[in-house]
Protein backbone atom coordinates (compact mmCIF):
# COMPACT_ATOMS: atom_id res chain seq x y z
CA UNK A 1 0.00 0.00 0.00
CA UNK A 2 0.95 3.62 -0.96
CA UNK A 3 1.79 5.80 1.40
CA UNK A 4 -0.22 8.69 -0.02
CA UNK A 5 -3.58 8.24 -1.47
CA UNK A 6 -5.29 10.93 -3.23
CA UNK A 7 -8.70 11.13 -3.56
CA UNK A 8 -11.38 10.84 -6.11
CA UNK A 9 -10.45 13.18 -9.00
CA UNK A 10 -11.48 14.08 -12.14
CA UNK A 11 -8.74 15.28 -14.20
CA UNK A 12 -9.80 17.87 -17.40
CA UNK A 13 -6.76 18.21 -19.85
CA UNK A 14 -7.01 21.50 -22.19
CA UNK A 15 -5.49 20.90 -25.03
CA UNK A 16 -5.21 17.56 -24.65
CA UNK A 17 -4.82 16.51 -28.27
CA UNK A 18 -1.10 18.06 -28.26
CA UNK A 19 2.31 17.05 -27.77
CA UNK A 20 2.61 17.52 -23.99
CA UNK A 21 -0.33 15.26 -23.25
CA UNK A 22 1.16 12.74 -25.84
CA UNK A 23 4.62 12.51 -24.50
CA UNK A 24 4.84 13.45 -21.02
CA UNK A 25 1.53 13.65 -19.38
CA UNK A 26 -0.44 10.63 -20.07
CA UNK A 27 2.56 8.46 -20.05
CA UNK A 28 3.27 9.78 -16.70
CA UNK A 29 -0.25 9.08 -15.45
CA UNK A 30 0.07 5.70 -16.84
CA UNK A 31 3.00 4.72 -14.61
CA UNK A 32 1.35 6.08 -11.43
CA UNK A 33 -2.07 3.87 -12.36
CA UNK A 34 0.92 0.75 -13.05
CA UNK A 35 2.29 2.21 -8.89
CA UNK A 36 -0.96 2.01 -7.81
CA UNK A 37 -0.80 5.70 -6.78
CA UNK A 38 -4.25 6.77 -8.78
CA UNK A 39 -7.19 6.62 -6.69
CA UNK A 40 -9.38 3.88 -7.87
CA UNK A 41 -11.91 6.50 -8.84
CA UNK A 42 -9.65 8.71 -11.52
CA UNK A 43 -10.81 10.18 -15.06
CA UNK A 44 -9.21 11.78 -17.43
CA UNK A 45 -11.23 14.01 -19.60
CA UNK A 46 -9.41 15.37 -22.55
CA UNK A 47 -10.72 18.23 -24.08
CA UNK A 48 -9.73 20.06 -27.95
CA UNK A 49 -10.61 20.98 -30.70
CA UNK A 50 -10.40 18.13 -33.21
CA UNK A 51 -13.54 16.02 -33.21
CA UNK A 52 -12.68 12.15 -31.75
CA UNK A 53 -13.79 9.86 -30.46
CA UNK A 54 -12.87 8.39 -26.87
CA UNK A 55 -11.77 5.55 -28.58
CA UNK A 56 -9.37 7.23 -30.64
CA UNK A 57 -8.23 9.84 -28.29
CA UNK A 58 -7.03 6.59 -26.06
CA UNK A 59 -5.90 5.03 -29.46
CA UNK A 60 -3.62 8.07 -29.67
CA UNK A 61 -2.42 8.39 -26.13
CA UNK A 62 -1.56 4.54 -25.97
CA UNK A 63 0.95 5.10 -28.59
CA UNK A 64 2.63 8.30 -27.01
CA UNK A 65 2.84 5.56 -24.02
CA UNK A 66 4.36 3.42 -26.46
CA UNK A 67 6.97 5.54 -27.17
CA UNK A 68 7.56 7.89 -24.09
CA UNK A 69 6.81 5.49 -21.05
CA UNK A 70 10.32 4.94 -19.37
CA UNK A 71 8.68 1.32 -18.42
CA UNK A 72 8.37 0.82 -22.51
CA UNK A 73 5.36 -0.79 -24.26
CA UNK A 74 2.64 -1.57 -22.14
CA UNK A 75 0.92 -5.21 -21.68
CA UNK A 76 -2.13 -5.22 -23.54
CA UNK A 77 -3.77 -6.01 -19.69
CA UNK A 78 -2.43 -3.41 -18.21
CA UNK A 79 -3.19 -0.70 -21.17
CA UNK A 80 -7.08 -1.70 -21.03
CA UNK A 81 -7.37 -0.86 -17.12
CA UNK A 82 -6.26 2.11 -17.78
CA UNK A 83 -7.80 2.92 -20.71
CA UNK A 84 -11.66 2.33 -19.12
CA UNK A 85 -10.42 5.76 -17.43
CA UNK A 86 -9.94 7.69 -20.44
CA UNK A 87 -12.89 10.25 -22.29
CA UNK A 88 -13.03 12.63 -24.40
CA UNK A 89 -14.88 15.89 -25.13
CA UNK A 90 -14.00 17.89 -28.77
CA UNK A 91 -14.87 21.59 -27.63
CA UNK A 92 -13.94 25.13 -28.60
CA UNK A 93 -12.39 26.65 -25.73
CA UNK A 94 -13.17 30.10 -26.20
CA UNK A 95 -17.39 28.63 -27.11
CA UNK A 96 -18.83 29.64 -23.66
CA UNK A 97 -21.46 27.10 -24.34
CA UNK A 98 -18.40 24.28 -24.35
CA UNK A 99 -17.83 24.86 -20.46
CA UNK A 100 -21.72 23.98 -19.77
CA UNK A 101 -21.15 20.82 -21.71
CA UNK A 102 -17.85 20.22 -19.47
CA UNK A 103 -19.77 20.61 -16.61
CA UNK A 104 -22.87 18.24 -17.60
CA UNK A 105 -19.98 15.61 -18.37
CA UNK A 106 -18.22 15.73 -14.74
CA UNK A 107 -21.30 15.83 -13.34
CA UNK A 108 -21.84 12.49 -14.91
CA UNK A 109 -18.91 10.85 -13.90
CA UNK A 110 -19.78 11.89 -10.28
CA UNK A 111 -23.05 10.41 -10.49
CA UNK A 112 -22.10 7.41 -11.68
CA UNK A 113 -19.13 7.12 -9.15
CA UNK A 114 -21.73 8.50 -6.30
CA UNK A 115 -18.81 10.99 -4.95
CA UNK A 116 -18.18 13.86 -4.77
CA UNK A 117 -14.49 14.36 -6.60
CA UNK A 118 -11.75 16.34 -6.73
CA UNK A 119 -11.58 18.26 -10.11
CA UNK A 120 -8.62 19.16 -11.48
CA UNK A 121 -7.89 21.34 -14.58
CA UNK A 122 -4.39 21.03 -16.78
CA UNK A 123 -3.83 23.68 -19.01
CA UNK A 124 -1.53 22.21 -21.75
CA UNK A 125 -2.50 24.78 -24.18
CA UNK A 126 -0.34 27.71 -26.40
CA UNK A 127 -0.66 30.64 -23.22
CA UNK A 128 -2.97 32.76 -25.40
CA UNK A 129 -5.99 30.44 -24.29
CA UNK A 130 -5.14 30.37 -21.07
CA UNK A 131 -7.38 33.63 -20.10
CA UNK A 132 -10.33 32.57 -21.89
CA UNK A 133 -10.06 29.03 -20.59
CA UNK A 134 -9.81 30.18 -16.72
CA UNK A 135 -12.43 33.29 -17.79
CA UNK A 136 -15.27 30.63 -19.43
CA UNK A 137 -14.61 28.07 -16.03
CA UNK A 138 -15.09 30.98 -14.02
CA UNK A 139 -18.38 32.31 -15.37
CA UNK A 140 -19.42 28.49 -15.94
CA UNK A 141 -19.22 28.02 -11.96
CA UNK A 142 -16.51 25.53 -12.70
CA UNK A 143 -13.93 26.85 -10.43
CA UNK A 144 -15.81 27.90 -7.25
CA UNK A 145 -15.28 25.35 -4.91
CA UNK A 146 -12.29 26.18 -3.55
CA UNK A 147 -11.05 23.01 -1.61
CA UNK A 148 -12.28 20.67 -4.78
CA UNK A 149 -11.32 22.50 -7.09
CA UNK A 150 -7.49 23.29 -8.68
CA UNK A 151 -5.89 24.35 -11.96
CA UNK A 152 -2.39 23.26 -13.43
CA UNK A 153 -0.91 26.05 -15.49
CA UNK A 154 2.40 25.06 -17.78
CA UNK A 155 4.85 27.73 -18.39
CA UNK A 156 5.47 30.31 -19.96
CA UNK A 157 4.17 32.26 -17.27
CA UNK A 158 4.61 35.02 -18.59
CA UNK A 159 6.90 36.87 -21.25
CA UNK A 160 8.02 39.53 -19.04
CA UNK A 161 7.37 41.00 -15.34
CA UNK A 162 4.66 42.98 -16.25
CA UNK A 163 2.60 40.25 -18.05
CA UNK A 164 3.56 38.14 -15.61
CA UNK A 165 1.95 40.72 -13.35
CA UNK A 166 -1.31 40.16 -15.43
CA UNK A 167 -1.30 36.86 -15.82
CA UNK A 168 -1.26 36.27 -11.95
CA UNK A 169 -4.02 38.97 -11.63
CA UNK A 170 -6.46 37.58 -13.80
CA UNK A 171 -5.94 34.10 -12.50
CA UNK A 172 -6.10 35.26 -8.94
CA UNK A 173 -9.53 36.79 -9.17
CA UNK A 174 -10.76 33.80 -10.51
CA UNK A 175 -9.07 31.26 -8.61
CA UNK A 176 -7.35 30.97 -4.84
CA UNK A 177 -3.45 30.82 -4.66
CA UNK A 178 -4.28 27.71 -2.88
CA UNK A 179 -5.84 26.73 -6.38
CA UNK A 180 -3.00 27.65 -8.76
CA UNK A 181 -0.42 24.94 -9.06
CA UNK A 182 2.45 26.66 -11.68
CA UNK A 183 4.69 23.56 -12.86
CA UNK A 184 8.07 24.14 -13.00
CA UNK A 185 9.34 20.21 -14.26
CA UNK A 186 13.21 20.57 -13.05
CA UNK A 187 11.56 20.70 -9.22
CA UNK A 188 9.86 17.45 -10.28
CA UNK A 189 13.24 15.88 -11.03
CA UNK A 190 14.50 13.44 -7.83
CA UNK A 191 17.87 14.95 -7.85
CA UNK A 192 16.66 18.67 -7.99
CA UNK A 193 14.32 18.05 -4.84
CA UNK A 194 17.82 16.38 -3.27
CA UNK A 195 19.36 19.31 -3.10
CA UNK A 196 17.46 19.82 -0.13
CA UNK A 197 17.61 16.36 1.22
CA UNK A 198 21.61 16.79 0.57
CA UNK A 199 21.78 20.29 2.45
CA UNK A 200 18.97 19.92 5.22
CA UNK A 201 19.13 16.15 5.56
CA UNK A 202 22.70 15.74 7.04
CA UNK A 203 24.71 17.97 9.44
CA UNK A 204 27.94 18.40 7.52
CA UNK A 205 27.29 20.66 5.06
CA UNK A 206 25.24 23.35 6.02
CA UNK A 207 28.07 24.63 8.32
CA UNK A 208 30.22 25.23 5.36
CA UNK A 209 27.28 26.67 2.95
CA UNK A 210 28.13 30.50 2.60
CA UNK A 211 30.39 32.74 1.61
CA UNK A 212 33.45 31.76 4.58
CA UNK A 213 33.53 28.14 2.70
CA UNK A 214 32.50 28.62 -0.61
CA UNK A 215 34.35 30.24 -3.75
CA UNK A 216 31.34 30.76 -6.13
CA UNK A 217 28.82 28.39 -7.80
CA UNK A 218 28.44 27.17 -11.33
CA UNK A 219 25.18 25.98 -12.58
CA UNK A 220 24.84 24.41 -16.40
CA UNK A 221 22.33 23.04 -17.90
CA UNK A 222 22.87 22.23 -21.32
CA UNK A 223 21.50 20.68 -24.15
CA UNK A 224 22.72 18.63 -27.11
CA UNK A 225 19.25 19.60 -28.80
CA UNK A 226 18.38 22.52 -31.03
CA UNK A 227 15.25 24.08 -31.45
CA UNK A 228 13.78 20.42 -33.38
CA UNK A 229 9.93 21.55 -34.32
CA UNK A 230 9.36 24.38 -31.66
CA UNK A 231 10.90 27.61 -33.92
CA UNK A 232 7.59 29.17 -33.84
CA UNK A 233 7.10 29.09 -29.55
CA UNK A 234 11.33 29.45 -29.32
CA UNK A 235 11.88 32.49 -30.92
CA UNK A 236 9.59 34.43 -28.80
CA UNK A 237 10.99 32.95 -25.76
CA UNK A 238 14.52 32.61 -25.98
CA UNK A 239 17.00 30.70 -23.58
CA UNK A 240 16.75 33.31 -20.95
CA UNK A 241 12.65 33.15 -20.95
CA UNK A 242 13.17 29.41 -21.64
CA UNK A 243 15.54 27.69 -19.34
CA UNK A 244 16.63 30.47 -16.86
CA UNK A 245 14.01 32.29 -15.77
CA UNK A 246 12.32 28.84 -14.53
CA UNK A 247 14.18 26.28 -13.97
CA UNK A 248 17.55 27.60 -13.58
CA UNK A 249 16.41 30.15 -11.30
CA UNK A 250 14.47 27.15 -9.23
CA UNK A 251 17.73 25.43 -8.68
CA UNK A 252 19.75 28.51 -7.57
CA UNK A 253 17.10 29.31 -5.04
CA UNK A 254 17.36 24.91 -3.75
CA UNK A 255 21.35 25.60 -3.50
CA UNK A 256 20.55 29.05 -1.99
CA UNK A 257 17.54 29.28 0.26
CA UNK A 258 17.95 29.34 4.46
CA UNK A 259 16.89 25.99 6.10
CA UNK A 260 13.27 26.14 6.03
CA UNK A 261 11.49 25.06 9.99
CA UNK A 262 9.21 22.50 8.17
CA UNK A 263 8.91 20.84 4.64
CA UNK A 264 5.11 22.74 4.40
CA UNK A 265 4.53 24.64 0.78
CA UNK A 266 4.10 27.67 2.25
CA UNK A 267 7.48 27.59 4.28
CA UNK A 268 9.69 26.25 1.05
CA UNK A 269 8.13 28.80 -0.96
CA UNK A 270 8.78 31.81 1.07
CA UNK A 271 12.17 30.69 1.97
CA UNK A 272 12.68 30.31 -2.07
CA UNK A 273 11.26 33.62 -2.40
CA UNK A 274 13.56 34.96 0.05
CA UNK A 275 16.75 34.48 -2.07
CA UNK A 276 15.30 35.69 -4.94
CA UNK A 277 14.24 38.79 -3.39
CA UNK A 278 17.86 38.87 -2.24
CA UNK A 279 19.75 38.86 -5.95
CA UNK A 280 21.33 42.34 -6.54
CA UNK A 281 19.74 43.97 -9.24
CA UNK A 282 21.45 43.60 -12.23
CA UNK A 283 22.53 46.98 -12.81
CA UNK A 284 21.57 48.45 -16.32
CA UNK A 285 24.77 49.86 -17.10
CA UNK A 286 26.54 46.97 -16.59
CA UNK A 287 24.90 44.17 -18.44
CA UNK A 288 27.64 43.21 -20.31
CA UNK A 289 29.38 42.11 -17.51
CA UNK A 290 26.96 40.35 -16.17
CA UNK A 291 24.90 39.06 -18.85
CA UNK A 292 26.39 36.68 -22.21
CA UNK A 293 23.89 35.99 -24.93
CA UNK A 294 24.98 33.53 -28.00
CA UNK A 295 23.05 31.71 -31.23
CA UNK A 296 24.30 28.10 -32.48
CA UNK A 297 25.56 28.34 -36.35
CA UNK A 298 25.86 25.09 -37.90
CA UNK A 299 28.53 22.65 -36.14
CA UNK A 300 29.25 18.88 -35.40
CA UNK A 301 26.99 17.12 -32.69
CA UNK A 302 28.50 13.92 -31.77
CA UNK A 303 29.88 13.04 -34.97
CA UNK A 304 26.83 14.86 -37.09
CA UNK A 305 26.16 18.20 -38.94
CA UNK A 306 23.86 20.03 -37.75
CA UNK A 307 21.81 23.61 -38.93
CA UNK A 308 22.31 26.84 -37.83
CA UNK A 309 19.54 27.91 -35.16
CA UNK A 310 18.56 30.14 -38.35
CA UNK A 311 17.92 27.50 -40.72
CA UNK A 312 15.66 25.86 -38.43
CA UNK A 313 12.03 25.27 -38.73
CA UNK A 314 10.26 28.34 -38.52
CA UNK A 315 13.22 30.46 -37.56
CA UNK A 316 13.73 34.11 -39.42
CA UNK A 317 17.07 34.28 -41.05
CA UNK A 318 17.96 37.13 -39.50
CA UNK A 319 16.71 36.28 -35.73
CA UNK A 320 18.29 37.38 -32.58
CA UNK A 321 17.28 35.46 -30.82
CA UNK A 322 19.45 33.84 -28.01
CA UNK A 323 19.84 29.99 -27.66
CA UNK A 324 22.40 30.08 -24.96
CA UNK A 325 23.03 32.19 -21.80
CA UNK A 326 25.53 33.10 -19.58
CA UNK A 327 24.99 35.01 -15.96
CA UNK A 328 26.28 35.96 -13.57
CA UNK A 329 24.38 37.03 -9.88
CA UNK A 330 25.03 38.13 -6.31
CA UNK A 331 23.33 37.64 -3.57
CA UNK A 332 22.69 40.26 -1.09
CA UNK A 333 22.70 38.64 2.15
CA UNK A 334 24.99 37.54 5.28
CA UNK A 335 25.63 33.94 3.58
CA UNK A 336 26.33 34.42 0.02
CA UNK A 337 27.47 38.11 0.57
CA UNK A 338 30.20 38.69 -2.32
CA UNK A 339 29.78 34.96 -3.54
CA UNK A 340 29.27 34.94 -7.31
CA UNK A 341 26.68 32.66 -9.13
CA UNK A 342 27.44 31.64 -12.41
CA UNK A 343 25.23 30.31 -14.66
CA UNK A 344 24.45 29.07 -18.29
CA UNK A 345 22.22 27.01 -20.52
CA UNK A 346 22.18 26.39 -23.96
CA UNK A 347 21.03 24.55 -26.95
CA UNK A 348 23.46 22.76 -28.80
CA UNK A 349 26.12 22.15 -26.59
CA UNK A 350 28.77 19.34 -26.83
CA UNK A 351 26.73 17.12 -24.59
CA UNK A 352 23.29 16.82 -22.04
CA UNK A 353 24.25 17.29 -18.81
CA UNK A 354 22.96 19.45 -15.81
CA UNK A 355 25.22 20.24 -12.62
CA UNK A 356 25.40 22.16 -10.27
CA UNK A 357 29.46 22.65 -9.09
CA UNK A 358 30.17 24.32 -5.38
CA UNK A 359 33.87 25.43 -5.51
CA UNK A 360 35.22 25.62 -1.89
CA UNK A 361 37.82 27.94 -1.20
CA UNK A 362 41.55 27.17 -0.96
CA UNK A 363 42.31 26.08 2.66
CA UNK A 364 43.10 29.06 4.94
CA UNK A 365 46.92 27.90 5.25
CA UNK A 366 48.90 25.27 3.15
CA UNK A 367 50.91 23.23 5.70
CA UNK A 368 52.47 21.18 3.03
CA UNK A 369 55.57 22.38 0.71
CA UNK A 370 55.41 23.69 -2.94
CA UNK A 371 56.26 20.47 -4.36
CA UNK A 372 53.72 18.54 -2.31
CA UNK A 373 51.21 20.95 -4.08
CA UNK A 374 51.59 20.38 -8.18
CA UNK A 375 48.37 18.69 -8.00
CA UNK A 376 46.34 20.32 -5.68
CA UNK A 377 42.74 21.84 -6.46
CA UNK A 378 40.58 23.15 -3.43
CA UNK A 379 37.33 21.09 -2.79
CA UNK A 380 34.54 20.74 -5.12
CA UNK A 381 31.28 19.18 -4.86
CA UNK A 382 29.27 18.32 -8.07
CA UNK A 383 25.84 17.92 -8.05
CA UNK A 384 24.56 15.94 -11.62
CA UNK A 385 21.08 16.71 -12.03
CA UNK A 386 21.15 14.56 -14.85
CA UNK A 387 21.76 12.50 -17.04
CA UNK A 388 23.82 10.50 -14.49
CA UNK A 389 22.04 11.42 -11.34
CA UNK A 390 24.30 11.77 -7.94
CA UNK A 391 26.29 13.87 -5.94
CA UNK A 392 30.49 13.67 -6.44
CA UNK A 393 33.16 15.46 -4.19
CA UNK A 394 36.35 15.84 -4.88
CA UNK A 395 38.87 16.09 -2.44
CA UNK A 396 42.41 15.89 -1.42
CA UNK A 397 44.48 12.88 -0.65
CA UNK A 398 47.82 11.86 -0.53
CA UNK A 399 49.28 10.17 -3.57
CA UNK A 400 50.98 6.58 -2.72
CA UNK A 401 54.92 6.86 -2.92
CA UNK A 402 57.93 8.31 -0.80
CA UNK A 403 56.98 12.14 -1.89
CA UNK A 404 54.26 13.67 0.00
CA UNK A 405 52.17 14.80 -2.73
CA UNK A 406 48.23 15.38 -2.91
CA UNK A 407 46.23 14.70 -4.94
CA UNK A 408 42.52 14.51 -5.91
CA UNK A 409 40.20 11.80 -5.67
CA UNK A 410 36.68 11.64 -5.76
CA UNK A 411 33.69 10.18 -3.75
CA UNK A 412 30.39 9.83 -5.17
CA UNK A 413 26.98 8.47 -5.31
CA UNK A 414 24.89 8.07 -7.87
CA UNK A 415 20.88 7.13 -8.14
CA UNK A 416 21.50 3.66 -10.28
CA UNK A 417 24.26 2.03 -7.69
CA UNK A 418 22.68 3.22 -4.60
CA UNK A 419 19.03 2.67 -5.20
CA UNK A 420 19.31 0.38 -8.46
CA UNK A 421 16.34 1.88 -9.82
CA UNK A 422 15.47 4.67 -12.15
CA UNK A 423 13.66 7.63 -10.54
CA UNK A 424 10.49 8.75 -11.77
CA UNK A 425 9.88 10.88 -14.37
CA UNK A 426 9.16 14.57 -12.86
CA UNK A 427 5.75 14.84 -14.56
CA UNK A 428 5.13 11.43 -12.37
CA UNK A 429 5.76 13.37 -8.78
CA UNK A 430 4.64 16.90 -10.27
CA UNK A 431 1.02 15.58 -11.27
CA UNK A 432 0.87 13.37 -7.80
CA UNK A 433 1.10 16.48 -5.96
CA UNK A 434 -1.72 18.13 -7.97
CA UNK A 435 -3.35 14.92 -7.37
CA UNK A 436 -2.79 15.37 -3.26
CA UNK A 437 -3.34 19.17 -3.50
CA UNK A 438 0.68 19.36 -2.22
CA UNK A 439 2.14 22.36 -3.53
CA UNK A 440 5.19 22.47 -2.41
CA UNK A 441 7.08 21.63 -5.62
CA UNK A 442 4.84 24.45 -8.12
CA UNK A 443 5.89 28.05 -8.33
CA UNK A 444 3.77 30.80 -6.00
CA UNK A 445 2.74 34.05 -7.86
CA UNK A 446 5.48 36.05 -5.75
CA UNK A 447 8.08 33.38 -6.99
CA UNK A 448 7.52 33.79 -10.67
CA UNK A 449 7.60 37.30 -10.30
CA UNK A 450 10.12 37.77 -8.46
CA UNK A 451 12.31 35.30 -10.86
CA UNK A 452 11.09 38.03 -13.44
CA UNK A 453 12.33 40.79 -11.90
CA UNK A 454 16.07 39.24 -11.20
CA UNK A 455 15.93 39.15 -15.35
CA UNK A 456 13.95 42.00 -16.62
CA UNK A 457 17.85 44.38 -16.39
CA UNK A 458 18.86 41.81 -19.24
CA UNK A 459 15.42 41.41 -21.21
CA UNK A 460 15.07 45.11 -21.87
CA UNK A 461 18.90 45.48 -22.67
CA UNK A 462 18.76 42.67 -25.19
CA UNK A 463 15.33 43.51 -26.53
CA UNK A 464 16.87 47.48 -27.18
CA UNK A 465 19.93 46.48 -28.68
CA UNK A 466 19.94 43.52 -31.03
CA UNK A 467 23.25 41.21 -31.07
CA UNK A 468 25.41 42.37 -33.67
CA UNK A 469 27.50 38.98 -33.91
CA UNK A 470 25.26 36.47 -34.34
CA UNK A 471 25.41 33.33 -34.38
CA UNK A 472 28.38 33.86 -32.37
CA UNK A 473 28.99 30.01 -31.29
CA UNK A 474 29.30 26.68 -33.24
CA UNK A 475 26.69 23.71 -32.37
CA UNK A 476 28.60 21.68 -30.28
CA UNK A 477 30.84 24.25 -28.33
CA UNK A 478 30.35 25.53 -24.91
CA UNK A 479 28.71 28.94 -26.26
CA UNK A 480 30.56 32.12 -27.17
CA UNK A 481 33.91 33.33 -26.05
CA UNK A 482 32.41 35.89 -24.19
CA UNK A 483 30.69 33.52 -21.78
CA UNK A 484 34.07 32.51 -21.10
CA UNK A 485 35.61 35.71 -20.55
CA UNK A 486 32.23 36.69 -17.97
CA UNK A 487 33.51 34.51 -15.42
CA UNK A 488 37.71 34.60 -16.59
CA UNK A 489 37.28 38.50 -15.72
CA UNK A 490 36.81 37.27 -11.99
CA UNK A 491 40.14 35.28 -12.44
CA UNK A 492 37.98 32.07 -12.68
CA UNK A 493 37.25 29.40 -15.33
CA UNK A 494 33.90 27.03 -16.08
CA UNK A 495 34.33 23.73 -14.92
CA UNK A 496 33.82 21.68 -17.99
CA UNK A 497 31.17 19.24 -16.90
CA UNK A 498 32.67 15.56 -16.62
CA UNK A 499 30.10 13.41 -14.96
CA UNK A 500 30.22 11.04 -17.34
CA UNK A 501 33.45 10.41 -15.35
CA UNK A 502 31.23 8.66 -12.52
CA UNK A 503 29.16 6.21 -14.50
C1 LIG B 1 11.72 22.86 -21.25
C2 LIG B 1 12.23 23.80 -22.30
O1 LIG B 1 11.09 23.57 -20.22
O2 LIG B 1 12.81 22.14 -20.72
C3 LIG B 1 12.98 23.05 -23.38
O3 LIG B 1 11.13 24.48 -22.88
C4 LIG B 1 14.06 22.18 -22.79
O4 LIG B 1 13.54 23.95 -24.33
C5 LIG B 1 13.50 21.33 -21.66
O5 LIG B 1 14.57 21.36 -23.81
C6 LIG B 1 14.60 20.59 -20.94
O6 LIG B 1 14.01 19.72 -20.01
P1 LIG B 1 14.61 18.29 -19.73
O7 LIG B 1 13.78 17.74 -18.64
O8 LIG B 1 14.52 17.52 -20.99
O9 LIG B 1 16.03 18.52 -19.34
Redesign the pocket.
Known amino acids: MNSKQPEASILTIFGAGGDLSWRKLVPALFNLYLEEWLPERFYILGVDLKSMTKEEFASHLREGVDNFSRRGKPQDKEWEGFSGKIGYLPADFTDAKAYAALGKKIEEIEKDWDVTANHIYYQATPPSLVEPIVENLGSAGLIQDKIRTRMVFE?PFGHNLESARQLNDMITSNLDESQIFRID??LG?ETVQNILAFRFGNALFEPVWDQRYIDHVQIT?A?T?GVEH?GKY?EH?GALR??VQ??LMQILCMVTMEPPVSFSDEEIRNKKVDVLNAVHPIPDDQINKFAVRGQYDAGMIRGDEVVAYRQELDVKPDSSTESFVALKLLIDNWRWQGVPFYLRTG?RMPDDI?EVIIQFKPVPHQTFPASALEDWQPNRLIINI?PHEGIQLSIQAKQPGQDFRLGTVDMHFTYKEAFKSSPPE?YETLLLDVLLGDATLFMRADQVEAAWRVLAPVLSEWENTPPSDFPNYQAGAWGPKAADQLIENDGRKWVVPHCAEIE
Open positions: KHFKVELRYADMNHKSQP
